[in-house]
């Protein structure tokens, strides 16, 4: 008999969920999975959640989207990577401290491992990223990762999206329900719960809805997993400090202003502000910690980052913990995106979280009925990729040389970072973060992630015992000059990223 699935929530996590199972488990044909989709029209969508990794391709591929659609009906714009301002030194030591996280991996032209002959100064005095991809140089130039004409999803330069979140979820609903998700408008007011987890949700309009299975996209009020279930949360704020936001829109003061196809993060005295890039507007955001700043205070940073064009914007405030449940699957419940847990967004994780939710459950989908099993594997999996991925934020912190304020002193205490991390970076002294380093079913962030990281952070791996063992140093330089050659290249063969997406949107 064909299995049904209620999901409660139509934020990005439960539209993306939706839409997912409903192509992976053929909700639009007879005998497949059942999927319906309740929302509140009262409780709106946290509608922030801009930023994106590339798995994002993959996830939007299945669904069935064309990019092109992602471009002109959720404001999408391309994504290469991060740019880390002020993180690394005191801002009056160095106001221009400054290194980029490309998405792109270490040139790829060559079998060579580059990076023990990057250690040992073969490349000069080049950070990391710029010696290793011509993506660096692209992302300043505010360039396009391809050309119109590469294929849907498909580029030379790796990429994610920036996109306009509310209008994100619109997009991915219209095609859920085009692949056969029912939805319905109503708030769920009560929750039954019997021995197999869930019994059923009782809707102010729609009354008692039942399934075999539901999931829980409710966001921070977890109404289902947390609330009815009482799945526990751990909280990592004791790592992460950060646990309050405060955002703007800020339109372009002129409509052909460049576009920057990276997200900026820029170190604050008490956490650090986005900046992305949309079609007709940034999305800016200041990302902190209240046990060492205001509200007030906040606000003020914000506005001072922004200028004068802040004057007359409204404001949003968010508040979170960092923090997930290691129970997110119980019985026949399911929890997806911030019902489960939250990272700060300072490498855009929390869309991926529902993004790998919502394909594991494809994968685990309890046929059988048997739950039990399904839920242990997705509930050690999730708590692994929770851990590693506070782990990946914290190096960010953990690293900083900044002496300036509490808030950066404290980050870099000891205690404030796990073991695992500690003992990582002991080895990475001596050894640079490898293939071995890295879960491949449970890790978003690669062996290249961490390095980009560390190195533009300035950590240092010293490799001298076994310098002796390389010996292809003028191949690798060789290779460092190519890469040099191929992005003065790129200078001129990829085109500027507005003109790119305002092709795109003219295409229709
Ligand atoms: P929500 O968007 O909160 O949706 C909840 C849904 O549940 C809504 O449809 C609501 O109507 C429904 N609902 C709730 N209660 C009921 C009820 N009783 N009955 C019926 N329906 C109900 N992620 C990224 O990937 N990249 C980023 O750059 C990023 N930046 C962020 C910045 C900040 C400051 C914050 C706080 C988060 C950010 N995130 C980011 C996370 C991202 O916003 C979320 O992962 C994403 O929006 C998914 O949210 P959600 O769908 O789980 O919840």
Redesign the pocket.
């Known amino acids: 008999m064909s299995k049904s699935v209620l999901i409660?929530?139509?934020?990005?996590?439960?539209?993306?969920c939706a839409a997912y199972m409903a192509r992976m488990l053929a909700a639009d044909t007879p005998g497949g999975v059942t999927i319906t989709l309740?929302?509140?029209?009262?409780?709106?969508?946290?509608?922030?959640?801009?930023?994106?990794?590339p798995i994002i391709r993959k996830t939007m591929s299945r669904i069935g989207l064309d990019e092109s659609e992602l471009i002109r009906e959720a404001d999408a714009t391309f994504k290469q990577g991060i740019r880390f301002n002020n993180w690394k030194k005191n801002p009056a030591d160095d106001p221009h401290d400054t290194y980029f996280h490309p998405f792109q991996v270490a040139s790829q032209h060559t079998d060579m491992d580059l990076l023990p002959y990057w250690l040992l100064g073969v490349a000069g005095d080049v950070p990391w990223a710029e010696a290793c991809t011509v993506q660096e140089r692209v992302v300043d130039a505010k360039l396009a990762p391809k050309l119109i004409t590469h294929p849907n999803y498909n580029a030379p330069l790796n990429y994610a999206y920036?996109f306009d979140?509310g209008k994100l979820?619109q997009v991915v609903c219209r095609q859920a329900m085009a692949m056969g998700v029912k939805r319905l408008i109503?708030?769920?007011?009560d929750v039954k719960v019997d021995e197999h987890g869930i019994a059923s949700?009782q809707?102010r309009t729609h009354g008692e809805l039942k399934a075999d299975l539901y999931i829980d996209?409710?966001?921070?009020?977890a109404?289902l997993i947390g609330e009815a279930l009482g799945s526990g949360f751990t909280s990592y704020k004791d790592q992460l400090f950060c646990n309050r936001?405060v955002?703007m829109q800020v339109p372009y003061d002129r409509p052909d202003a460049p576009i920057p196809s990276c997200?900026y993060t820029s170190a604050q005295d008490a956490g650090w502000i986005?900046d992305?890039g949309l079609h007709n507007r940034r999305g800016v955001?200041y990302?902190y910690a209240s046990d060492y700043c205001s509200d007030d205070e906040a606000l003020a940073t914000l506005k001072r980052y922004i200028g004068p064009a802040a004057d007359n914007l409204q404001h949003r405030k968010?508040?979170?913990e960092a923090g997930f449940r290691k129970t997110q699957w119980h019985k026949n419940c399911i929890g997806?995106?911030?019902?489960v847990g939250?990272i700060?967004?300072l490498e855009?994780?929390?869309?991926?979280?529902?993004e790998v939710a919502a394909l594991m459950l494809c994968n685990l989908f309890p046929w059988s009925g048997d739950y039990e099993r399904s839920a242990q594997q997705f509930n050690q999996a999730m708590t692994k990729r929770f851990e590693h991925v506070i782990d990946f934020i914290k190096l960010h912190y953990y690293l900083s040389e900044r002496t300036d304020t509490a808030f950066w002193r404290d980050n870099r205490a000891p205690a404030s970072a796990s073991d695992y991390l500690k003992g990582k970076l002991e080895q990475w002294r001596h050894r640079p973060p490898s293939f071995l380093d890295i879960d491949a079913s449970h890790d978003i962030f690669d062996e290249n992630s961490w390095q980009y990281i560390l190195y533009g952070m300035g950590f240092k791996t010293d490799i001298s015992a076994r310098a002796g063992a390389l010996r292809f140093y003028d191949d690798a330089k060789r290779e460092f000059e190519s890469i040099r050659q191929q992005s003065n290249k790129a200078m001129t063969a990829v085109p500027n990223h507005r003109d790119l997406i305002n092709e795109v949107v003219a295409r229709g």
């Open positions: 409660v929530g139509g934020g990005t996590a439960g539209w993306i309740v929302e509140s029209d009262e409780i709106g969508i946290l509608g922030v959640g801009e930023g994106t990794f920036h979140a979820a109503d708030t769920i007011d949700v809707g996209c409710t966001g921070f009020r109404r936001a955002a997200t986005w992305i955001g990302v968010l508040a979170f997806v995106g911030l019902s939250f700060e967004p855009a994780t929390g869309i991926s979280f529902a």
